[in-house]
């Protein structure tokens, strides 16, 4: 399958701050989507985008279907301690179709120091 | 409540004993898909089903078996499991093969010894 880069690996922040992360690849994207693993449980789906250029906010957080296809980021502002888990990007294949061309980065890990 | 229920949440067994990891949905979701999930590697597909009687081989699919008889149950077999096969498994489905907006169940730890 496709490879994502997702970045960083890992964060240590201090409450309060803000987040950023991204994912890029090597090939075009049709639909990009950022999920979060909390401790102990599956993914959830936090933001899907569509549309090149599209920028959503769900919450406190925020992301981007870079314009290039290529890319995405996700903004979490004002972090809170239940922001603490994994953060997988996954961008998908083709033009609407199938869940089965969508490939996940390797996810970042949010850890917030008290 | 629409939910994706996986079992056993955690088994612990030998090489070579068959096993199977059930996996059931509510939603009445056309697709279904399964992923293990490794330290360092992210998550990766091993087999998914785009309706009843159609499955598809994904990115790892060595070493497992699946089947779609109903359109809710979308069961995970290893048929001689092997301590490779040791991970964190999850089950998850979609409305239909044309989104990627996965609902996840909450997993299942596999432990081969």
Redesign the interface.
Known sequence: ?QQLN?SPQSMFIQEGEDVSMNCTSSSIFN?W?W?KQEP??????LI?LYKAGELTSNGRLTAQFGITRKDSFLNISASIPSDVGIY?C?G?EGA?????G?T????THLIIQP | EAQ?TQNPRYLITVTGKKLTVTCSQNMNHE?M?W?RQDP??????IY?S?NVEVT?K??VPEGYKVSRKEKRNFPLILESPSPNQTSLY?C?S?AG???????????SRLTVL
């Open positions: 399958g997702q639909t989507l999920y102990g449980e599956g993914p959830v789906l899907a997988f996954a998908q609407g179709g199938g869940a089965d969508l996940f980065g390797k996810g | 994706v697709y898909s992923y360092g590697l992210g998550l990766r597909q998914y785009m598809d994904g990115d999850f998850a979609s093969h044309s989104t990627g907006e996965l609902f996840f169940g909450e997993g």
